[in-house]
Every structure is written in C-alpha cells, then in structure tokens.
C-alpha cells in the first residue's frame, strides 16, 4: 500500500507505505506533520518509523513536531537515515540546513518556522540491502545529490521510493553543498536503471513513473546511460597484427549457389540450362521459322530475301455504282413562272 500527502512549501511527497494489514512507515515528512497523522488515522495504521531517503529540509521539516505527537500518543517512532547524511539531524543540524539555505537565498523560518526545537538524531542507519522496519523495502546507496541520499526498493511488490535521485522527466540537482554529478550519474547506471522496466518509481517531487519510461523518455537518464563506455578487450600483439593485415584486405565476394529444384516423384531430376537454351517467346519462333528454308524447295529459292515468298494481298474492288438516270420533271402549277401558258393580250 502506497499513500502519498503532499506537504511543505516545496510540494514534497511524504509516503506512508505498507507491507502488512496494520504497520506503516512514513518516508520523508517534509512538512504539516498534522495532515500526515491525520491521514495514518483515517488508512487505520500504526506506524512503526521514520525513513529519510536524504537530510535535506525539504524531505524532513516535519520530523520534530511528527515525533513528538505520536511520543505524546504513547507510539515511539525510530528514525532512520544514512550515515553520511547524519549532519543534517541533531545538535548543528539546524545550522547545516542555514547553509543550504542561504546557498538557495532562502530563510529557514519557512521550512521550520519561528519556534523550532532541535532536530532530533538518527536511531537507526540506513545501508546497502538493509531491510527497513522489518518491511519488505531495501536500501539501496545512491550518492550523488547528497553524500547519504538512498533509494527504498521493494522486489516483490516492483516499487521504489527514488528521493531526489530520479523524478519524472528529471534527475536530481548536484550543485548543492555535498553533491557530485559524477556519483549522481554512477547511482543511476548502477542501481536504478538495470531494475525491471516495470518497476514504479515514486520521487520526492513530481509524479510517479516507471524505470522504463525513464530509460525511454527522460533525456538526463538517457544521456547519462550513453556516456558509458565499453572496457576495451587487450589482445596479443599477434592478433592484433592478423586483425590489422585482414582489414586491409579487400573483400572478395563469394559466388552466389544455385538452388537445386526438387525432382517430382517417378520423373528424372531436370539439369542445369544453359544459357543457350533459355525459352524462345513467340515472335523469335516465329522468326526463326520463317528464316529456315524447307528441304523440298530448289536450292535456288531457298534464299530469300526478306519480304519474298509471301502472298500478295488481293484487294477486291467494288464495281463502280451505275449512274442513276433522272427523269424529266413535269410542269406544274406551282413550278411554272407567273404568266407562262397564257396567251399575249390583243
């Protein structure tokens, strides 16, 4: 079970992730340490820790007050962070995130706001392949935006809580005070991308994603798996000097195999055609038919000239239409001019 509350002014997520029916732990409290217990109460869970994937005072804001409530309440909550990233809890953890802070241009008074006790110390160290709380989450070391930032992996359910390491689109930032790009980059190819494809991945800002949008979508990740370079192979001098005169060698192209067609049943197998013997079409049977002089002709005929030997065609001519006589037209009244047959006036 994974529920997550988005609290500080930074939109940070706090996860409250479940393995069994009743436990929880609680990953990263940023911030409205009130709303995270509200929402414990309202899923029906006792939380058992407090896991910090890194000591920025965006991802544990909340810590104190969070502890101190549930202490109130009779529930004790261990707290749990890697080694390197001690210095960000305890006595001169507040004066560590100052730093950071003014690093940013930014004040603590938002985060912690104006009457804020000390931070509390780390009860429990997080390192590679421990197990969280007696969950089914793994720590996985993955230095690079701090020198302790670590990644929570649960194999069996295909989820993992990335921090700041990876998000959505993006990788985490390497500028601040302890960070390392080069380590950042390492973290990544190491451990977080040769996971399953299908693993979720829940950061520390932003949506949730899988390993193999990532790999596929996210141009940092992606440029950062390219720039690994294969180990080069050492070879003996002899085979580097076979391999060198080989390649100046030109190819040569090997002649292409004639394919064997399958003999029918009771028939014999048919050989190769020569290329003499290819199929004529038609008009060059034809033609050559017309070229080859039959053996009962005279010798003398038997060389023609094109054109000879063909039967003239005969046109057949009409006889010419028989003139058709006209007879001569009879006078009528309406053919006769006006006044003719009549006899001249006395």
């Given at each position: 079970?994974?529920?997550?509350?988005?609290?500080?002014?930074?939109?940070?997520?706090?996860?409250?992730?479940?393995?069994?029916?009743?436990?929880?732990?609680?990953?990263?409290?940023?911030?409205?340490?009130?709303e995270i217990a509200s929402r414990v109460d309202v899923l029906n869970m006792v939380p058992v820790g407090?896991?910090?994937?890194?000591?920025?005072?965006?991802?544990?804001?909340?810590?104190?007050?969070?502890?101190?409530?549930?202490?109130?309440?009779?529930?004790?909550?261990?707290?749990?962070?890697?080694?390197?990233?001690?210095?960000?809890?305890?006595?001169?953890?507040?004066?560590?995130?100052?730093?950071?802070?003014?690093?940013?241009?930014?004040?603590?008074?938002?985060?912690?706001?104006?009457?804020?006790?000390?931070?509390?110390?780390?009860?429990?160290?997080?390192?590679?392949?421990?197990?969280?709380?007696?969950?089914?989450?793994?720590?996985?070391?993955?230095?690079?935006?701090?020198?302790?930032?670590?990644?929570?992996?649960?194999?069996?359910?295909?989820?993992?809580?990335?921090?700041?390491?990876?998000?959505?689109?993006?990788?985490?930032?390497?500028?601040?005070?302890?960070?390392?790009?080069?380590?950042?980059?390492?973290?990544?190819?190491?451990?977080?991308?040769?996971?399953?494809?299908?693993?979720?991945?829940?950061?520390?800002?932003?949506?949730?994603?899988?390993?193999?949008?990532?790999?596929?979508?996210?141009?940092?990740?992606?440029?950062?798996?390219?720039?690994?370079?294969?180990?080069?192979?050492?070879?003996?001098?002899?085979?580097?000097?076979?391999?060198?005169?080989?390649?100046?060698?030109?190819?040569?192209?090997?002649?292409?195999?004639?394919?064997?067609?399958?003999?029918?049943?009771?028939?014999?197998?048919?050989?190769?055609?020569?290329?003499?013997?290819?199929?004529?079409?038609?008009?060059?049977?034809?033609?050559?038919?017309?070229?080859?002089?039959?053996?009962?002709?005279?010798?003398?005929?038997?060389?023609?000239?094109?054109?000879?030997?063909?039967?003239?065609?005969?046109?057949?001519?009409?006889?010419?239409?028989?003139?058709?006589?006209?007879?001569?037209?009879?006078?009528?009244?309406?053919?006769?001019?006006?006044?003719?047959?009549?006899?001249?006036?006395?």
């Amino acid at each position: 079970m994974v529920e997550r509350v988005v609290v500080g002014p930074w939109k940070t997520n706090c996860y409250i992730y479940s393995s069994t029916k009743k436990e929880c732990i609680i990953i990263d409290p940023g911030g409205s340490e009130a709303e995270i217990a509200s929402r414990v109460d309202v899923l029906n869970m006792v939380p058992v820790g407090i896991a910090l994937t890194h000591g920025h005072v965006d991802h544990l804001a909340a810590l104190g007050k969070l502890r101190d409530s549930y202490a109130a309440r009779g529930y004790k909550l261990p707290i749990a962070i890697n080694p390197s990233d001690r210095r960000f809890l305890g006595t001169g953890g507040r004066e560590t995130h100052r730093e950071d802070l003014e690093f940013l241009g930014l004040d603590e008074i938002s985060f912690f706001g104006v009457d804020a006790d000390e931070l509390p110390r780390a009860d429990v160290r997080l390192k590679e392949g421990d197990r969280v709380f007696d969950m089914d989450l793994v720590v996985l070391e993955t230095p690079g935006h701090t020198p302790g930032s670590v990644c929570l992996y649960a194999e069996k359910e295909g989820i993992l809580f990335s921090g700041d390491t990876l998000f959505f689109d993006g990788v985490g930032r390497s500028d601040l005070p302890g960070g390392s790009e080069k380590k950042l980059r390492e973290s990544i190819q190491k451990k977080i991308a040769v996971l399953p494809p299908e693993t979720r991945v829940f950061p520390g800002h932003g949506p949730f994603t899988t390993v193999e949008r990532e790999k596929r979508g996210n141009v940092y990740l992606k440029g950062m798996i390219q720039e690994v370079r294969p180990v080069a192979v050492q070879r003996s001098p002899l085979i580097a000097q076979r391999l060198a005169a080989a390649a100046q060698k030109p190819l040569a192209t090997a002649p292409r195999p004639q394919a064997k067609r399958p003999s029918a049943a009771g028939k014999k197998p048919m050989g190769k055609r020569s290329p003499s013997k290819r199929p004529k079409t038609g008009a060059q049977r034809r033609s050559k038919t017309a070229a080859r002089p039959s053996k009962s002709a005279p010798a003398a005929r038997r060389t023609r000239k094109p054109g000879q030997g063909k039967r003239p065609v005969v046109v057949k001519k009409r006889p010419a239409a028989r003139p058709v006589r006209k007879k001569p037209a009879q006078a009528t009244r309406s053919t006769k001019a006006p006044g003719a047959g009549r006899k001249p006036a006395r």
